[in-house]
């Protein structure tokens, strides 16, 4: 918003792909705080920062207008000059325009025909300069330097008289020049001004300030500066609004992970796999549901007793081990050795290199008090 606002004021531009820019800043920054969050809501809030920094950098570039700068007497000439223009197309009097150039953009001196800015030159040197310096005040104070916007506010008086009189029909106030109103109402508006005294005209203007947002004490109300700029805007802000917007939206949405990727997050460490509520993954079985796990639990026969899942412990006893083949144990263990190694929660005490079988009793079954004997499994914490 300050970037924005800093260039239209000292620049004298509104240049749209500032406005872009801000939209692109907003994506990538919600996008580099959002993580692997992606859809709708990192947009959305990357859309939000971008309007509401384009809109508060418009808004500030009119508030250092209207409070920071204080106008010269090239912007009193420019009021003024558009009065004598305004006059010259009622009378149908040939205005020499520059090419390019009209009353919609013009704004300094080169701008306009010589003798329309030597006409405003005598206008403004016939006021006495006690008023010049009161109407250089701000921008607002400029205003009255147009005395058709002046006595518009005498128009709008008349029109609410007669309306509360009972008059119907071909009334209409909230204009700014003649050909606003009613030619009755306008002719009576011009005759009051007129008669009135230096004095009470200043005190009127003064109503007009009041009614143009300006304090008692010369400050400018706040909702001047909103209004400013509601009317200041064009096709070409709404234009750069949107495209800061919607890129805003396309770079805070993100791209959702591949299905390779998401494999590889899981599988970056055991320790991530059984975080993620996949511990079967880390000794070698399918995860959770899906068609490997369907296939193993419908592989045995109905009625089979359901087998027993293999633990940590189970894998290092010897009583399990003794019923194992040669290849297939030593590959198991050599598989859980190194899952082991790499989970820093647990210690494993490596098996001796001559294991001795375990003792069977009398009834043929191995003697489960050995089977502590040369393993020890333990969970740190």
Known sequence: AALWAGTVYYSGWEIG??????????????????????????????????????LAGKLGSIALMLYADQPTQEDALVVLSDTVVRQYEREGRQINWRFGTSVENAYSESDYPTDIWAQAQTAWYDIPVADRERYLTSYVHLTLLDTEYVVSYIADEIVDERLMAGAVGGLSSGGFVMEDYDPGVWSEAVSRWNTMSPDERRSFEGYVLRQE????????????????????????????????????W?????????????????????????????KEMAFGRPVGGGENAAASTNSAPMGAPKPETTSEAAVFNP???????????????????????????????????????????????????????????????
């Open 250 to 278: 396309k770079l805070g949405y993100g791209a959702p992970m591949s299905d390779a990727e998401q494999q590889a997050v899981m599988m970056a460490s055991p320790k991530q796999a059984a975080n993620a509520g996949s």
């Open 319 to 381: 009583s399990v081990r003794a019923g194992m083949a040669d290849e297939a144990e030593e590959e198991m263990l050599n598989e859980h050795r190194a899952l082991f190694d790499d989970d820093p929660e647990s210690t494993v005490i490596e098996l001796p290199p001559e294991a001795p079988k375990p003792m069977t009793g009398d009834a043929g079954q191995p003697d489960a008090d050995e089977g502590g004997a040369f393993f020890k499994a333990r969970r740190a914490g």
């Open 213 to 248: 947002g300006v304090t008692a004490e010369g400050a400018i109300d706040e909702w001047v500066v909103l209004a400013v700029a509601l009317a200041s805007l064009g096709i070409w802000d709404i234009l750069w609004l949107g495209l800061a917007t919607l890129s805003a």
């Open 17 to 54: 792909i500032i406005a872009w820019l801000i939209g692109v800043f907003a994506g990538v920054g919600v996008r580099s705080v959002a993580g692997r969050s992606v859809g709708g809501g990192p947009a959305a809030v990357a859309m939000l920062c971008a309007v509401v920094c384009v």
